[in-house]
């Protein structure tokens, strides 16, 4: 993108934002009615990742831009930030966290380069705040709740506090699978919440040991099933049947027959 191109965006955005002739839409949004958007765009960059799309990632990456635009806009206008000090930040905050590029640092290889990206922004942390960073200091609270607790258990183990090996993370979702079924037997409805929640948890640092991320996971899962689940529709359909013909073993027979279909 040349300077042109970001330009006549900012001014697009400017333009739309103008409270005399631009978009009531526009003009009446704020920063928090615009954040589910800007989540929701960069799932729908990940999913044509997902999809190898490369001409949807296009479009889609133009919609995340968007939003990075739109509340630069918005800051602009209350005289915080524009967009300027937004990309001399990021690229500052590039420059400052590769030493190893950009000065005389060496690093090894990739693992000892996130090492030391950790140890940078635990640092910046600290001067941010004036004080010793916690552990768990500067983990969003906005990550979808499964990543948030891949990374809440990876800040805990780089001091220690994890399990040995997968299987001790194997054994306690075991244990979290049992009190599970207590609170399920009681009918204890905040009980049974507490520990789905503690369940998932586990789950989550199970893949973590398995050095794959619970997030991409279950997508590929939830795509997985919709994919199924829709040639399973698609099978009633062919033989001329609806749902409500279908007895509950006969449709996990069907659903049997689809899971064997490459």
């Not at 000065?103 to 600290?126: P, V």
């Not at 204890?188 to 973590?208: K, M, N, P, W, Y």
Request: charged fraction near 30%; hydrophobic fraction near 45%.
């Amino acid at each position: 993108m040349s300077k042109s191109d970001i330009n006549n965006l900012l001014e697009i955005m400017a333009a739309l934002r103008d409270p005399d002739t631009g978009c009531p839409w526009d003009i009446e949004q704020d920063f928090a009615t615009i954040a589910p958007h800007t989540i929701e765009e960069a799932y729908e960059v990940a999913d044509a990742i997902d999809r190898g799309d490369l001409d949807d990632l296009k479009e889609e990456l133009g919609d995340l831009l968007l939003q990075v635009v739109f509340h630069a806009q918005m800051a602009a206008e209350r005289q915080a930030f524009d967009f300027g000090d937004v990309t001399a930040a990021i690229g500052a905050k590039l420059l400052r966290r590769h030493p190893h590029v950009f000065g005389n640092e060496e690093i090894a290889d990739a693992r000892a380069q996130t090492e030391a990206w950790e140890a940078h922004k635990r640092r910046e942390r600290e001067a941010e705040s004036g004080h010793s960073a916690g552990v768990l200091d500067g983990v969003s609270l906005g990550l979808p709740a499964l990543l948030r607790a891949a990374k809440l258990g990876k800040r805990a183990a780089g001091v220690g506090f994890d399990w040995p090996d997968a299987q001790g993370v194997r054994d306690k979702i075991a244990e979290e699978a049992a009190e599970l079924d207590d609170a399920r037997r009681a009918a204890d409805h905040t009980a049974i919440a507490e520990e789905i929640g503690d369940l998932l948890f586990s789950v989550a640092q199970l893949a973590r040991h398995h050095d794959i991320d619970p997030e991409e996971a279950l997508r590929a899962a939830n795509a997985k099933f919709a994919r199924r689940f829709r040639a399973l529709e698609a099978r009633l359909a062919a033989d001329g049947m609806s749902w409500a013909d279908q007895s509950l073993e006969q449709l996990e027979a069907r659903w049997q027959g689809v899971k064997r279909q490459p």
